[in-house]
């Protein structure tokens, strides 16, 4: 059971490319989300998605897009990378809202330079 | 506007002493509340959860929250603390008055680093 698998684990961007972060569940969780942790910050909702073919935006979610074709994958992309989005990418997986708890993958650590 | 505050950036322990991680919110509706563990460089683990019910709710590795809906409190607690439990502690929560853009929404703490020293 591999639950939430985010890939790559580590990247080094360089300023204005693009990437794309993966994401995948296999526990046939509806709701899907992204956040980025920063020191001191904790975490802050990038983009979610309440089930295949709807996304909306969270709290932070400028310079990032979402899409979400299956249930399975929620894949974030970065459009022009910028230092200001060197971060630790998580997401996660909830059977619902409410009282379920959300389920994280491991992380994408991202540098810009 | 929902919110979650760790008053406390840093705690440390002896081991074997208890532990208390504080954790106060706020919502429009009613709270479910969560607190995650942290291990460096891994993801969130989930440790335990409260809906309703019993105020005291106990969850994986001998953690405990209890759920104090006057203060609008969550403090995560443990009687023996185990050098094994330093980690990042974060907790969350949900609104369940939230609806639209917002349902669903997790909104966590900035997290609490625990220290137990041998």
């Known amino acids: 059971n591999a639950g939430v698998t985010q890939t790559p684990k580590f990247q080094v961007l360089k300023t204005g490319q693009s990437m794309t972060l993966q994401c995948a569940q296999d526990?046939?969780?509806?709701?899907m989300s992204w956040y980025r942790q920063d020191p001191g910050m904790g975490l802050r909702l990038i983009h979610y998605s309440v089930g295949a073919g709807i996304t909306d935006q969270g709290e932070v979610p400028n310079g990032y897009n979402v899409s979400r074709s299956t249930t399975e994958d929620f894949p974030l992309r970065l459009l022009s990378a910028a230092p200001s989005q060197t971060s630790v990418y998580f997401c996660?997986?909830?059977?619902?809202?409410?009282?379920?708890?959300?389920?994280f993958g491991q992380g994408t650590r991202l540098t810009v330079v | 506007a929902q919110s979650v505050a760790q008053p406390e950036d840093q705690v440390n322990v002896a081991e074997g002493n208890p532990l208390t991680v504080k954790c106060t919110y706020s919502?429009?509706?009613?709270?479910?509340l969560f607190w995650y563990v942290q291990y460096p460089n891994r993801g969130l683990q989930f440790l335990l959860k409260?809906?309703?019910?019993?105020?005291l709710v106990k969850g994986s590795y001998g953690f405990e929250a209890e759920f104090n809906k006057s203060q609008t409190s969550f403090h995560l607690k443990k009687p023996s603390a185990l050098v094994s439990d330093s980690a990042l502690y974060f907790c969350a929560v949900r609104d369940n008055a939230d609806r639209g853009s917002t349902l669903g929404r997790l909104y966590f703490g900035r997290g609490t680093q625990l220290t137990v020293w041998p």
């Open positions: 919502v429009s509706g009613n709270p479910y």
């Open positions: 409260y809906i309703t019910g019993d105020n």
């Open positions: 526990m046939n969780h509806e709701y």
């Open positions: 996660a997986s909830s059977y619902g809202t409410g009282g379920t708890e959300a389920f």
